[in-house]
């Protein structure tokens, strides 16, 4: 079980053989790494998954190796144009997670060295076509923790500002929290070599490419992105997760933002949230223990209009209205736009 949906493992991976998992997708969302937040937001779960599969096929078709093996109907495994209604049931290949060890103060990470298949690298790899204004990557490199040039960069970048060429970075996958790498350091925890690196920020760059084709005819902005992966029988990257979905992209429509970046608007007023920032300045590993609020529910209005977006999104993508009763995306982004920006 995640913060946002569940696994059920129909059959348990080996050593040298994958697995099979079904993903249930939730209603459930999580904010700021704090996992499981108070609300849910309906039909959330169907409409991720619906995207999530749509881009697994758009990316096998070009050949791409993936985890996916079909949507869950009736028992049955499916391809997208076969399902009769919306699930949020996916199948795929079920790799082995790999989890370091936590020690006092940081994470032992010496087992990627040992193994050589059939399991998930223990990284978010993240795409930047823009940075927008307070962008974790903005903040860093204002408090000096990187430099430009050590991302390809000749000078500081302003909020908002479209990037000449998109910025691939690495962050951790199963620390309590995200931490963000350079390349050297996530080749190290990972085990890759410099080609398997190179392989995978080149994947991710057409995974990038795909993503800001296809949701441009929603005029939809792709700002960044996540990807995750894992090594099969072979040691070959294989696709794994999910991706160009509202949860794992940053989109805006008209600059206004989308899915639960409106969440996370609503809570970056709140006491919860200061207090889950100066939390983890104190303790990286172990911040959530010295929270002293809970986050509270979202307005039943916001909670209907994130549903709304997440919807939309899946009927446009797909080019198939799975959800009859939801407004176009535009309708919905006005309604955004008068309760946050008015």
């Not at 493992?9 to 993903?23: C, E, L």
């Not at 795409?127 to 050590?150: C, H, M, Q, T, V």
């Not at 920020?201 to 960044?224: A, S």
Request: charge should be positive.
């Amino acid at each position: 079980m995640g913060s946002v949906k569940d696994i059920k493992v129909i059959k348990k991976p080996q050593k040298d053989k994958a697995g099979i998992g079904q993903f249930i997708f939730s209603d459930r969302y999580s904010v700021f790494d704090w996992g499981e937040m108070p609300d849910h937001i309906i039909d959330k779960g169907k409409a991720l998954c619906l995207i999530g599969a749509y881009f697994f096929e758009k990316f096998e078709e070009l050949g791409f190796k993936t985890h996916y093996l079909g949507l869950v109907e009736d028992g049955k495994t499916k391809r997208l144009s076969e399902l009769i209604s919306s699930t949020n049931c996916m199948e795929f290949r079920l790799l082995r997670v790999l989890h370091p060890i936590k020690k006092e103060s940081y994470y032992d990470y010496s087992i990627y060295k040992k193994e050589r298949s059939n399991y998930l690298i223990p990284l978010e790899v993240i795409y930047r076509n823009y940075i927008p204004k307070g962008a974790s990557l903005l903040k860093r490199l204002n408090n000096g923790k990187i430099k430009p040039e050590d991302i390809g960069l000749k000078k500081l970048p302003k909020p908002g500002e479209r990037l000449k060429n998109p910025i691939i970075e690495a962050s951790t996958k199963l620390e309590a929290s995200d931490r963000y790498l350079d390349w050297k350091e996530a080749e190290e925890i990972a085990g890759l070599t410099w080609s398997e690196k190179e392989e995978i920020q080149r994947i991710t760059l057409l995974v990038n490419k795909i993503i800001t084709k296809e949701t441009e005819r929603l005029e939809l902005i792709n700002l960044d992105g996540k990807v995750e992966y894992g090594f099969d029988e072979f040691r070959n990257p294989v696709l794994v997760d999910v991706f160009g979905t509202p949860d794992e992209c940053r989109f805006t429509y008209n600059e206004l933002p989308l899915s639960k970046e409106i969440a996370r608007i609503f809570y970056r007023k709140t006491s919860w949230y200061k207090e889950t920032e100066i939390a983890k300045k104190q303790n990286r590993l172990n911040w959530k223990e010295i929270v002293r609020f809970s986050p509270p529910k979202l307005p039943d209005n916001v909670v209907e209009l994130i549903s709304q977006i997440y919807k939309s999104i899946a009927n446009d993508i797909t080019k198939r209205t799975w959800f009859e009763s939801t407004p176009p995306l535009r309708e919905v982004m006005k309604k955004i736009e008068v309760l946050f920006y008015q």
